[in-house]
């Protein structure tokens, strides 16, 4: 019996060690040598600081800027508290809060639809991503604020545009935070046209 608990916490030390401390570092030390970009949170860096990441969502709430998806992470994007609400479809509390979020588009740009994903939130709450269709909706408020023409906001959306990976996974895509660094490169707010 003696012999038998010996080995168990030897062994249990042992793989402690190996599978918990040497292969992750191993792995990590592996990842940041091969894929540095994608093993570090493929941070966006400017001026030498960090201001975002490709795969992390982050709020973007001025007028002049496409807004995110939104998040039921925590109080928002916050990677601590990931998870989307777990509210089923028919609950009433989802039901009121698109409707209130969709009424509230709507007078941005009456007339047209609102796409599903900019009044629901992600299944992480932490998505970088809108549709193009949610892109396009918000076009109008995005030009109109940074004193642009439509199309020219249009072809940044494009540009900004991932199709689906592989061509049959997923759906079309854009990554907000890119879009609207590319948005400030063009136009910073600042230089805007006041109406």
């Given at each position: 019996?003696?012999?038998?608990?010996?080995?168990?916490?030897?062994?249990?030390?042992?793989?402690?060690?190996?599978?918990?401390?040497?292969?992750?570092?191993?792995?990590?030390?592996?990842?940041?040598?091969?894929?540095?970009?994608?093993?570090?949170?493929?941070?966006?860096?400017?001026?030498?600081?960090?201001?975002?990441?490709?795969?992390?969502?982050?709020?973007?709430?001025?007028?002049?800027?496409?807004?995110?998806?939104?998040?039921?992470?925590?109080?928002?994007?916050?990677?601590?508290?990931?998870?989307?609400?777990?509210?089923?479809?028919?609950?009433?509390?989802?039901?009121?809060?698109?409707?209130?979020?969709?009424?509230?588009?709507?007078?941005?740009n009456a007339g047209k639809s609102v796409p599903a994903d900019l009044v629901t939130t992600s299944?992480?709450?932490?998505?970088?991503?809108?549709?193009?269709?949610?892109?396009?909706?918000?076009?109008?408020?995005?030009s109109r604020e940074r004193g642009m023409r439509a199309d020219e906001v249009q072809e940044l959306?494009?540009?900004?545009?991932?199709?689906?990976?592989?061509?049959?996974?997923?759906?079309?895509?854009?990554?907000?935070?890119?879009?609207?660094?590319?948005?400030?490169?063009?136009?910073?707010?600042?230089?805007?046209?006041?109406?």
């Amino acid at each position: 019996m003696k012999k038998n608990l010996v080995t168990a916490v030897l062994m249990t030390f042992a793989t402690t060690i190996l599978l918990g401390v040497a292969y992750p570092l191993v792995v990590t030390a592996i990842a940041t040598v091969l894929f540095p970009a994608n093993a570090n949170g493929q941070l966006i860096q400017r001026d030498g600081k960090p201001i975002g990441s490709r795969i992390i969502g982050q709020a973007f709430t001025g007028p002049g800027y496409f807004h995110s998806r939104q998040s039921a992470a925590g109080s928002g994007y916050d990677a601590a508290n990931s998870g989307g609400t777990n509210l089923g479809p028919t609950n009433q509390k989802l039901i009121d809060r698109v409707r209130q979020n969709a009424a509230s588009l709507q007078s941005e740009n009456a007339g047209k639809s609102v796409p599903a994903d900019l009044v629901t939130t992600s299944a992480s709450g932490l998505d970088p991503h809108i549709s193009p269709a949610s892109a396009e909706f918000q076009v109008p408020r995005v030009s109109r604020e940074r004193g642009m023409r439509a199309d020219e906001v249009q072809e940044l959306v494009a540009k900004h545009t991932a199709d689906r990976q592989l061509g049959f996974l997923g759906e079309p895509r854009v990554n907000v935070l890119e879009l609207n660094l590319d948005l400030d490169s063009k136009r910073p707010l600042q230089e805007t046209v006041v109406k």
